[in-house]
Every structure is written in structure tokens, then in C-alpha cells.
């Protein structure tokens, strides 16, 4: 996908994206015949490993039971 697809696949605009990938938080593109692109499965991960923001009130009473 795009530049501007992958930054709103992930919902932001394509400055907070550009800064996203240049501190690795976001996948670098590939090339594909002078086209860049993102892969969406990269992208997936990259999301997936970004903080929760606040997190889970009841995990987080739980977590201090144990």
C-alpha cells in the first residue's frame, strides 16, 4: 500500500507516519519497480507491539494480587 494508505491503515497522517518509520516504530517501505510500498502484515506488527495507552484498569489491579 501507499504511503498515504498505510498511514491511514493505522490512523494516522502521513507526517506522524513518516516520524513513526523513521524511529522504527513503523516498518521501512520495499520497492517495487521504483514504487514504494508498505506491507500490510509488516504493519500489522509494528501496530501490535506499540504501547497500550493507560491500559486495562482491572488488569492492572490484578496484576498487583499476584
Known sequence: MSREEAARYV???TTKFDDMV?????PKPK???GRVIWDR????GAFSDLPEDG???IDEL???RA
Do not use: P
Not at 41 to 44: E, G, K, T, V
Open 62 to 64: 490484578l496484576s498487583r
Open 11 to 13: 490512523g494516522v497522517g
Open 41 to 44: 502484515i509488516a504493519l500489522d
Open 31 to 33: 520497492k517495487v519497480d
Open 55 to 57: 491500559g486495562n484498569r
Open 22 to 26: 523513521a524511529r522504527r516504530l513503523m
